[in-house]
């Protein structure tokens, strides 16, 4: 049974369109499974969302009718229920008459608790048509946008004034409200070329009809217009679009049914750096640049909304502001290049980093002092004199004109302009980096120098506004705290940096000296902890299995790279057989060790055969996995660890732990306790879930 809805509003930006169609998505299906009208194992039980700038339409294939569910409601407990001559008690006669059956339609049901009277009651499932009306508005309701407007008298909150909602089930309209506003039996083409109504009875119809009226529903399929007329448009040229996914994915959204179009600029502007003329165009007008190999072409690209521009008025008023635009950009270019980097970095001191941790002079300071300490743990001593460089002119850049006008490209103004100052390259690619990567999806400094320099800057802001006790909840991260954590993991990932985190950690809590309000032992925690969570994140948006990422997290976060690796190990052996055997041997060996002090194994005192035999075994293993985990080879140590199996098992099989004497139960336990530290340094095998596997 096919059902459509659209709700049509003013125009949304992107990012609440993704949230709406994230949210709608999976409340559907959750809602829908409960209510027994989807099935996610088997169709139906389809759920799909698609949205523009000015829609957000759900498509369901669902189950016409709910299941009859059987319900019991328990009465009396069988012993009272009747007489010693078989009659029924007045506990049983007012239970079934409370239900309205006979007493002979009651039957006997067993629990935890005993045997108790019940009576068994069919709810018949009810159609499709008569429960959406009752779920569908509350959805809508739920949603929740980066930020929230009201409109008219109306307290009903939402992303932008809604139009109108329209919504079909099995080709029939379905009738409810949405705080006042009713749906209706039509919806409608593009706002501005063909606002009239459109009646469709099924949801092939409704998009072949919204197609012809020029919208196109499918995000894929807007963008994949827009590439196809820019190859067209710059196929004469020979050409390229200058990559920028996020603004393609901008521009995908915001219009409906994407037309392209170019446009020129006078060719003295080429003497700005590509980051810039690109910005210039993108911020504000949303233009694209285009290049032929690297250098960039005196033309733009931009994308209009079902208006194919035959006679070139939006071209040419696009020209006219990005011309104001680039003079702006070429005015800040030549006015920035009279004051050196240098010069600039003594001013940072007029800026304000937070009111509690001082200025950007100050955090330049700290952060030249915590990537030097983390230049020497990661033994890359020739890298000190491009560090202490990087570090001092890092934020030089945040003084510049260009910046003040273009925000987003700190950190690359500040290594162009190092670049034309003629610094080396290691240093002024570090400065134009060190703002990597701004989310998970972007890329990580390419040079080690641009790493370090990240780790530290980032480091630097969350170990400062967790140290003043700034609370981080929710979607409330005025710092980008969680970002930044995530920046540093993906770095340490990326480059494979192999160094002692909570070491790190303690560097950056003393460079702050008395700064900060927490003490430094409850602060350290509170940070490894939270990158333990972002790890957590990360990890799981990889595609890791939760059990694992536990299992390898357990211990807290020392090494983040060595962590990784483990976690690679664990889930190359995650099916094998020997594996899934041995985690269940090391629970067994956890919960016999469970609430036990710390014993030492005496050699002497292993009596059976099949305890010498396991110490012998463990401490072969012992010795040749000990240069494995120092060189960070977790996956051939644990293929190794997999060995000491059998010998765990003959050793439970034959050796009763807990021996009468008690030197020989202890000395028993300190060998079990070796083994499970053996494991420890992998993992702990106790949070692998074993499928089958009894709790």
């Avoid at 389809?46 to 759900?58: A, H, S, Y």
């Avoid at 560090?387 to 006008?405: G, H, I, Q, S, Y």
């Avoid at 199996?645 to 030197?663: H, P, Q, T, W, Y």
Wanted: aromatic share 8%.
């Amino acid at each position: 049974m096919e059902f459509v809805l659209e709700i049509n509003t003013e125009e949304m930006p992107l990012p609440h369109v993704k949230a709406a169609l994230q949210q709608l998505k999976r409340n559907f299906e959750d809602e829908l499974v409960s209510q027994d009208l989807v099935d996610k194992k088997k169709r139906p039980g389809k759920i799909e969302t698609f949205g523009t700038c000015r829609r957000l339409i759900v498509y369901g294939d669902l189950i016409a009718c709910q299941r009859n569910k059987e319900e019991i409601i328990v009465g009396p407990p069988k012993s009272v229920a009747f007489a010693p001559d078989g009659s029924p008690s007045p506990a049983v006669m007012g239970f079934a008459r409370s239900q309205g059956v006979k007493v002979d339609s009651l039957e006997v049901v067993s629990n935890k608790k005993g045997d108790y009277i019940a009576v068994k009651k069919i709810q018949k499932g009810r159609p499709a048509q008569d429960v959406l009306p009752q779920v569908v508005p509350d959805i809508i309701n739920r949603l929740s946008f980066p930020k929230m407007m009201r409109w008219g008298t109306n307290d009903f909150k939402f992303s932008r004034p809604i139009r109108y909602v329209f919504c079909i089930l099995d080709g029939k309209p379905l009738s409810f409200k949405v705080n006042g506003i009713s749906t209706i039996n039509f919806t409608t083409g593009h706002k501005l070329y063909f606002p009239a109504s459109i009646k469709v009875k099924s949801f092939q119809e409704y998009r072949r009809q919204l197609k012809k009226n020029k919208v196109l529903i499918e995000e894929k399929t807007r963008k994949a217009r827009i590439m196809n007329h820019i190859e067209k448009k710059l196929e004469p040229l020979e050409a390229q679009c200058y990559p920028d996914e996020k603004l393609l994915d901008k521009l995908a959204t915001d219009v409906e049914y994407p037309y392209v179009f170019l446009g020129a600029f006078p060719k003295k502007y080429l003497k700005l750096p590509i980051e810039i003329l690109s910005t210039a165009m993108r911020e504000g007008q949303n233009l694209l640049s285009v290049v032929k190999g690297k250098k960039q072409l005196p033309v733009f690209l931009g994308v209009t909304d079902a208006c194919n521009d035959a006679k070139g008025f939006v071209s040419k008023g696009n020209e006219r502001v990005l011309k104001a635009r680039l003079e702006d950009a070429r005015f800040f270019w030549e006015q920035d290049s009279k004051i050196p980097l240098k010069e600039r970095a003594e001013n940072l001191s007029q800026i304000v980093f937070q009111e509690r941790l001082g200025s950007y002079k100050e955090k330049s300071e700290r952060i030249k002092k915590i990537a030097l300490y983390l230049v020497s743990k990661l033994d890359a001593g020739k890298k000190k004199q491009e560090v202490r460089e990087a570090a001092e002119l890092c934020k030089a850049d945040l003084l510049t004109e260009m910046v003040r006008e273009f925000p987003s490209l700190q950190g690359k103004v500040g290594g162009i302009y190092a670049r034309k100052e003629k610094y080396p390259l290691a240093v002024w690619k570090a400065i134009y980096e060190h703002y990597q990567p701004a989310s998970l999806d972007d890329p990580s400094p390419a040079s080690l120098t641009g790493a370090i320099l990240a780790v530290c800057d980032k480091l630097d802001s969350i170990v400062g506004v967790l140290g003043l006790e700034i609370e981080i909840s929710g979607s409330k991260d005025p710092f980008g705290l969680r970002r930044n954590a995530q920046g540093i993991c993906s770095i340490v990932l990326d480059k494979k940096l192999d160094f002692p985190f909570p070491l790190l950690l303690d560097k950056v809590i003393k460079v702050y000296e008395d700064n900060l309000k927490k003490n430094r032992s409850e602060l350290k925690e509170i940070c490894l902890e939270f990158f333990k969570n972002r790890l957590e994140y990360i990890f799981s948006h990889l595609g890791f299995r939760y059990d694992l990422i536990k299992a390898v997290l357990s211990s807290g976060v020392d090494n983040i790279y060595n962590i990784f690796l483990k976690l690679k190990a664990l889930d190359s052996l995650k099916d094998n057989l020997k594996f899934r055997t041995l985690i269940l041997t090391a629970k067994r060996v956890n919960n016999i060790l469970r609430g036990q002090p710390k014993y030492k194994v005496n050699q002497d005192l292993l009596i059976e055969k099949e305890e010498r035999e396991l110490y012998t075994t463990y401490s072969i293993i012992r010795d040749n996995v000990r240069p494995l985990f120092l060189s960070g080879d977790f996956s051939k140590a644990q293929r190794i660890v997999l060995t000491i199996g059998s010998s765990i098992d003959n050793f439970f099989d034959n050796v009763l732990v807990m021996a009468e004497d008690k030197r020989i139960k202890r000395n028993r336990l300190a060998l079990l306790q070796q083994v499970s530290k053996l494991f420890s340094q992998i993992a702990n095998y106790s949070e692998v879930v074993i499928e089958g596997e009894k709790d």
